[in-house]
């Protein structure tokens, strides 16, 4: 008994196994090699052809199987996976947007995933994202789990880490020094004669890095009120109201206090004004990130700006570099931050 014949596919419907590479040759007039050339290797085919195939691709709507050309080792995905605490917080869009778009001057296009300050959620997305063999790894900060390590190394796909500094990269590194932020923050209230000091930290290990760094810079300047330890609180509005009237309250109260990001710098200064708590005569408030609206606030927020953009931009030429074989100058970027002195602690 002779088989069936399958029907060839028609312009706006698929057949039950899909559109095919031998779908849109046919359309095309051309071979499935040259369809996989257009989509791989456009520049070795005539203009005039590969206009002809990428109408094919249009008419018929192919997506090739991205998954299928990952099974042979010497393709590339042109996919590059990157992973962020949230995708919620503004301060981490700027590294996002920046990897995005030099990337894709180069034809990588970006996946991104989000840990949500979990390592046994960064665990599953990097098993979910080495099975599908991208084309480089973009990672948030240097703590990872010994799972995730021991998987990332044994991959072999180029990795960055970011927003971070180490000795010991897993690969390639982007970033700045968290410690170096909390005692430059620490040293800048103490030049200006707060003796007094607080700090509000959210509940991530990057924040808590600054926070002790912070404390322990107060104790080597022997600073009478050192605190004994952060006030960790959701990394919201709320939570800066909330840590802000917890310090209030202590014995001695606080007359300067560093806030892990401009968001809890902005509920600190809600809840100091609503306690009739003058900023910055009575309290200095310094925030972290430089968000936008933190220049526009009054009295405008201090904070500490980290260049974003080019964490982004060094991540997606660690890759691309790496596709193409260049080794870097140096395998860990330090971009520094700066410390943007604002009215809410001009005094």
């Given at each position: ?7 060839p596919?028609?312009?706006?419907r698929?057949?039950a196994?899909g559109?095919?590479?031998h779908?849109?040759a046919?359309?095309a007039?051309?071979?499935a090699?040259?369809v996989?050339r257009a989509l791989?290797?456009?520049?070795q ?5 590969l ?12 997506v090739p199987n991205l ?6 080792a010497?393709?590339?995905s042109?996919?590059?996976?990157m992973?962020v605490?949230?995708i919620?917080g503004?301060?981490f869009?700027a590294s996002?947007?920046?990897?995005s778009r030099?990337?894709a001057r180069?034809?990588?296009?970006v996946?991104l ?7 046994a959620?960064e665990d ?5 994202i ?5 084309d480089g790894i973009?990672?948030?900060g ?7 390590r021991?998987r990332?190394i044994a991959s072999?796909i180029?990795v960055?880490e ?7 990269p897993?690969d390639?590194l982007v970033g700045f020094s968290?410690e170096?932020?909390?005692r430059?923050v ?5 030049a200006k004669g ?14 808590f890095r600054r ?5 322990e ?8 009120n050192?605190?004994?330890s952060l006030?960790q609180?959701?990394?919201?509005l709320a939570g ?12 001695g109260?606080?007359?300067a ?6 968001m809890?710098?902005?509920g ?14 009575d309290?200095?408030l310094v925030?972290f990130g ?5 220049a526009?606030?009054t009295p405008?927020?201090?904070?500490v700006?980290?260049d974003a ?6 991540a997606?030429?660690f890759?691309?570099d790496?596709g ?8 860990v970027?330090d971009v ?5 002195e604002r009215a809410s602690s001009a005094?």
């Amino acid at each position: 008994m002779s088989r069936p014949k399958k029907a060839p596919a028609t312009p706006g419907r698929q057949s039950a196994s899909g559109v095919t590479v031998h779908d849109v040759a046919r359309l095309a007039g051309v071979s499935a090699i040259t369809v996989s050339r257009a989509l791989n290797s456009p520049d070795q085919l005539s203009q005039g052809t590969l206009e002809r195939v990428r109408a094919a691709i249009r008419e018929t709507g192919y997506v090739p199987n991205l998954l299928a050309r990952g099974l042979n080792a010497n393709t590339s995905s042109r996919l590059v996976a990157m992973v962020v605490p949230t995708i919620t917080g503004p301060i981490f869009s700027a590294s996002v947007q920046a990897l995005s778009r030099a990337l894709a001057r180069d034809n990588y296009q970006v996946m991104l995933g989000q840990t949500e300050y979990e390592d046994a959620r960064e665990d599953a997305l990097l098993d979910a994202i080495i099975g599908r063999r991208p084309d480089g790894i973009v990672l948030t900060g240097v703590m990872h789990s010994e799972h995730g390590r021991k998987r990332l190394i044994a991959s072999g796909i180029p990795v960055v880490e970011t927003w971070d500094l180490s000795d010991e990269p897993l690969d390639m590194l982007v970033g700045f020094s968290h410690e170096a932020v909390g005692r430059a923050v620490c040293d800048f209230f103490h030049a200006k004669g707060r003796r007094k000091l607080g700090i509000l930290a959210a509940r991530d290990v990057r924040a808590f890095r600054r926070g002790r760094a912070f404390i322990e810079r107060a104790r080597e300047l022997g600073l009478p009120n050192v605190p004994e330890s952060l006030v960790q609180m959701p990394g919201t509005l709320a939570g800066g109201r909330e840590g802000l009237a917890r310090l209030l309250r202590e014995p001695g109260g606080v007359d300067a206090v560093f806030c892990s990001s401009d968001m809890l710098g902005l509920g600190a200064l809600i809840e100091a004004q609503v306690q009739g708590v003058p900023v910055p005569e009575d309290l200095a408030l310094v925030g972290f990130g430089d968000l936008d609206f933190a220049a526009s606030l009054t009295p405008a927020l201090s904070t500490v700006r980290i260049d974003a953009q080019a964490i982004g931009g060094q991540a997606a030429r660690f890759i691309i570099d790496r596709g193409r074989g260049i080794a870097p100058p140096s395998r860990v970027v330090d971009v520094g931050f700066t410390l943007v002195e604002r009215a809410s602690s001009a005094v």
